[in-house]
C-alpha cells in the first residue's frame, strides 16, 4: 500500500511560535486525503495509507531557506534515499506553501519529484500531478500551476520590494517596525521604541532558567509553568498601557522557538533592535544545552558524563593504504538503565557504536560506580587551579554569526544585484571580529579548588551543576571495561587512569607533587598481595578517533 506525506509551511516566526497555519494547512490537508480516498474506494483502487509529516516553521520558500536548511530539503532526500517510495503521495494545500522562488527552480525541483515517480496533490485545486500527464485535465493542470509559480514569485518579490523600501523609511526616520513585536514588548507610541512588559518577560525568563539550571524539556518547563493566560499589550491614544488579545497558550513548539529566539537578547536580522530581557551568558549557555543530549529517558537529567564519557576501548583502524593501527573507539558513552530491584545496578554506559553496529566490543560500563569515582576523585585534588574565565557564551556566538554568514552567503550568490547582503555580511564579519578579539584579549581569571566539590547525585540539580563543571574543565572521561581514564584539560590535560572501586588514599599526595616534577598522569596498577601503586607516567601515544 503507497502512502501519503503531508508538507506544511509557515514563513512568519510568531506563526511558528503560536503553531498558526501549520494546523490549519494539516486540518485541510488530512480533509482532502480523506475525500480522495473515498473516491478510490468508489472507483476500486487502493487507498492511501499515512506516512511521514513535514513542517518549516519560520523558513522563507521565496528564498528557497525551506529547500537548503528546511524540512522540504529532507523530504526530497528521503524520496531520493527511497524512504518515500515510487507511487507515494506529496500532500500540499497551495503551490506557494512548496515554494516562492524563482519560477524556473520551483518547476525542476517539482519536475524532479514527478521523474521519481512520487505524485504530489495541491488540495486547493484538487489536482493530482504525476509522472507523464497527458489529458486535458493535465494540460489544464500544467498551466495553472505555471500561474500559481508565477503568482507565488511575483507576490514575494513585490513584497519583499515593499518592505525594504518600508524598512528604509522608517530606520531614516528612527522609527521602529509597525510589526507586531514580541509578546513581552509593547511599542511606545513615539514608534521608536519598546516597553518591557514584566509579566510576561518573566514567563521567558522562567523559560530560560528551567532550561538552563535544571534541562527541562519543554513538556516539563510547560507543567512546572502551569496554565498562563498570556496577554499581549499596547497604548491606547492617550498613553495607557492595556491589555489587548489574548496570545496562544504555550506548546511544545512555541517553547523551544523562545529558547532559540534571537529577539529576547535585544536582536533582529541579527541587528541590536529591542530592549533585551535575557543577558547573553543565559542565552548562549541555553543554546549550548539544547545541543547537547539530554543524558536519559524523558525530561530528567541522568548521565553527568553527557559531553565528557567516551568509549576508550581500543579497535583496529585502517588508513587509506590498508596500514592498520590501534586506536581509541572514541564515541559517546549513551546512559541507559533498566527496571530491577537494585537501581544502582540498572544504570549502565554503552558505547554508541556498539548500539550502532558491530565495530566496537566495548562492555557496558556500571553507571553507579562511574559517577561515584569520578567524583571522589576529583574531590582528591587538592590544589588550586587557574582557568580562563568561561568563554562558552562568546563561542557560542561565534557559532551562531557564522550560521548567520553562510546563510547570507547563499544570499549573495542568489541575488548578486542586492547590494544589501554584502552590506550585512560585512557587518556580520565586523561582529565575529570584535567577539574573536575579546576572547583572545580576555585577561579575566577565576580560581576554583576541585575539593570544594559537594553534590549529592540524588538531586537532579546538582548531576547538572556536576555536568557543568566537567565542561567548564574541559575534562573528558574514557572508559573501558576495567577502567577510566580522565583527563582534565584546565590542569594542561593532566590524566588520572584507575580502576572503578580503587582507592583514592594516595593520589592526592601524588598530584600534589606533579608541579614540580616532569609527570603529567598517574595511573593504579595491582602488585599482586602487596596492592595497589600509584606511578606517574606519561600520557599514552594511541590516538582518539
Keep these: 500500500?503507497?502512502?501519503?506525506?503531508?508538507?506544511?509551511?509557515?514563513?512568519?516566526?510568531?506563526?511558528?511560535?503560536?503553531?498558526?497555519?501549520?494546523?490549519?494547512?494539516?486540518?485541510?490537508?488530512?480533509?482532502?486525503?480523506?475525500?480522495?480516498?473515498?473516491?478510490?474506494?468508489?472507483?476500486?483502487?487502493?487507498?492511501?495509507s499515512k506516512g511521514f509529516i513535514y513542517e518549516d516553521r519560520g523558513k522563507s520558500a521565496y528564498t528557497a531557506a525551506n529547500f537548503?536548511?528546511?524540512?522540504?530539503?529532507?523530504?526530497?532526500?528521503?524520496?531520493?534515499?527511497?524512504?518515500?517510495?515510487?507511487?507515494?503521495?506529496?500532500?500540499?494545500?497551495?503551490?506557494?506553501?512548496?515554494?516562492?522562488?524563482?519560477?524556473?527552480f520551483v518547476r525542476g525541483e517539482f519536475q524532479r519529484i514527478l521523474d521519481a515517480g512520487v505524485k504530489i496533490a495541491i488540495t486547493k485545486w484538487n489536482l493530482v500531478f504525476e509522472e507523464n500527464m497527458e489529458s486535458v485535465s493535465s494540460v489544464t493542470g500544467r498551466i495553472?500551476?505555471?500561474?500559481?509559480?508565477?503568482?507565488?514569485?511575483?507576490?514575494?518579490?513585490?513584497?519583499?520590494?515593499?518592505?525594504?523600501?518600508?524598512?528604509?523609511?522608517?530606520?531614516?526616520?528612527?522609527?521602529?517596525?509597525?510589526?507586531?513585536?514580541?509578546?513581552?514588548?509593547a511599542r511606545n507610541l513615539d514608534l521608536k521604541s519598546y516597553t518591557i512588559i514584566e509579566e510576561n518577560a518573566e514567563i521567558i525568563r522562567n523559560?530560560?532558567?528551567?532550561?538552563?539550571?535544571?534541562?527541562?524539556?519543554?513538556?516539563?518547563?510547560?507543567?512546572?509553568?502551569?496554565?498562563?493566560?498570556?496577554?499581549?499589550?499596547?497604548?491606547?491614544?492617550n498613553g495607557n498601557l492595556?491589555?489587548?488579545?489574548?496570545?496562544?497558550?504555550?506548546?511544545?513548539?512555541?517553547?523551544?522557538?523562545?529558547?532559540?529566539?534571537?529577539?529576547?537578547?535585544?536582536?533582529?536580522?541579527?541587528?541590536?533592535?529591542?530592549?533585551?530581557i535575557i543577558d547573553d551568558r543565559t542565552f548562549y549557555a541555553v543554546q549550548r544545552r539544547t545541543r547537547e543530549n539530554t543524558g536519559g529517558v524523558g525530561d530528567i537529567?541522568?548521565?553527568?558524563?553527557?559531553?565528557?564519557?567516551?568509549?576508550?576501548?581500543?579497535?583496529?583502524?585502517?588508513?587509506e593504504n590498508g596500514c592498520g593501527s590501534l586506536v581509541k573507539c572514541g564515541y559517546i558513552m549513551a546512559f541507559s538503565s533498566r527496571k530491577v530491584k537494585n537501581p544502582t545496578k540498572g544504570m549502565y554506559l554503552k558505547c554508541n557504536r556498539k548500539r550502532k553496529s558491530t565495530r566496537c566490543d566495548a562492555e557496558n560500563i556500571n553507571y553507579y560506580l562511574a559517577q561515584n569515582k569520578i567524583y571522589n576523585v576529583l574531590k582528591s585534588l587538592k590544589f588550586d587551579i587557574e582557568q580562563s574565565v568561561d568563554?562558552?557564551?562568546?563561542?557560542?556566538?561565534?557559532?551562531?554569526?557564522?550560521?548567520?554568514?553562510?546563510?547570507?552567503?547563499?544570499?549573495?550568490?542568489?541575488?548578486?544585484?542586492?547590494?544589501?547582503?554584502?552590506?550585512?555580511?560585512?557587518?556580520?564579519?565586523?561582529?565575529?571580529?570584535?567577539?574573536?578579539?575579546?576572547?583572545?584579549?580576555?585577561?579575566?581569571?577565576?580560581?576554583?579548588?576541585?575539593?570544594?566539590?559537594?553534590?549529592?547525585?540524588?538531586?537532579?540539580?546538582?548531576?547538572?551543576?556536576?555536568?557543568?563543571?566537567?565542561?567548564?574543565?574541559?575534562?573528558?572521561?574514557?572508559?573501558?571495561?576495567?577502567r577510566m581514564e580522565i583527563i582534565i584539560g584546565s590542569m594542561n590535560n593532566f590524566s588520572i587512569k584507575c580502576g572503578y572501586n580503587d582507592n583514592e588514599r594516595e593520589i592526592d599526595q601524588l598530584v600534589e607533587s606533579i608541579s614540580q616534577k616532569d609527570f603529567v598522569g598517574l595511573e593504579t596498577i595491582s602488585r599482586g598481595s602487596e596492592g595497589k601503586e600509584l606511578l606517574r607516567f606519561k600520557l599514552p601515544t594511541v590516538s582518539d578517533s
Design 1 to 48: 500500500m503507497n502512502k501519503y506525506h503531508l508538507y506544511q509551511r509557515v514563513s512568519k516566526q510568531v506563526q511558528a511560535e503560536e503553531g498558526l497555519g501549520i494546523q490549519r494547512q494539516e486540518q485541510v490537508c488530512e480533509h482532502w486525503i480523506s475525500e480522495y480516498n473515498n473516491r478510490l474506494v468508489s472507483e476500486g483502487k487502493s487507498v492511501y
Design 68 to 104: 537548503n536548511k528546511g524540512e522540504l530539503g529532507t523530504l526530497i532526500n528521503d524520496i531520493k534515499n527511497g524512504k518515500i517510495e515510487k507511487g507515494d503521495l506529496i500532500v500540499i494545500e497551495l503551490i506557494d506553501r512548496f515554494s516562492r522562488a524563482n519560477v524556473d
Design 144 to 185: 495553472l500551476l505555471e500561474i500559481g509559480m508565477y503568482l507565488a514569485y511575483q507576490e514575494s518579490s513585490q513584497k519583499s520590494s515593499r518592505i525594504k523600501a518600508s524598512r528604509k523609511l522608517l530606520e531614516d526616520s528612527g522609527r521602529k517596525s509597525i510589526a507586531k513585536p514580541p509578546f513581552w514588548l
Design 207 to 237: 523559560i530560560f532558567d528551567l532550561k538552563l539550571n535544571f534541562n527541562y524539556g519543554a513538556q516539563k518547563i510547560i507543567k512546572k509553568l502551569g496554565n498562563l493566560e498570556i496577554y499581549r499589550y499596547s497604548f491606547d491614544e
Design 242 to 276: 492595556i491589555k489587548t488579545t489574548k496570545n496562544s497558550p504555550l506548546n511544545e513548539s512555541s517553547i523551544n522557538a523562545y529558547l532559540r529566539n534571537q529577539n529576547v537578547i535585544g536582536k533582529l536580522k541579527g541587528k541590536d533592535y529591542y530592549p533585551r
Design 301 to 319: 537529567f541522568r548521565n553527568v558524563f553527557v559531553g565528557v564519557g567516551k568509549c576508550g576501548c581500543l579497535i583496529r583502524k585502517e588508513n
Design 391 to 482: 568563554i562558552s557564551h562568546l563561542e557560542e556566538k561565534i557559532i551562531s554569526i557564522d550560521k548567520s554568514m553562510s546563510k547570507i552567503r547563499e544570499y549573495m550568490t542568489q541575488y548578486s544585484d542586492d547590494e544589501e547582503w554584502e552590506k550585512q555580511y560585512n557587518i556580520k564579519r565586523i561582529e565575529r571580529e570584535k567577539i574573536e578579539n575579546e576572547i583572545k584579549t580576555s585577561k579575566s581569571r577565576i580560581t576554583g579548588r576541585l575539593s570544594n566539590l559537594d553534590m549529592d547525585f540524588s538531586e537532579e540539580k546538582d548531576r547538572v551543576l556536576f555536568n557543568q563543571f566537567l565542561k567548564d574543565n574541559r575534562i573528558t572521561v574514557y572508559f573501558t571495561k576495567d
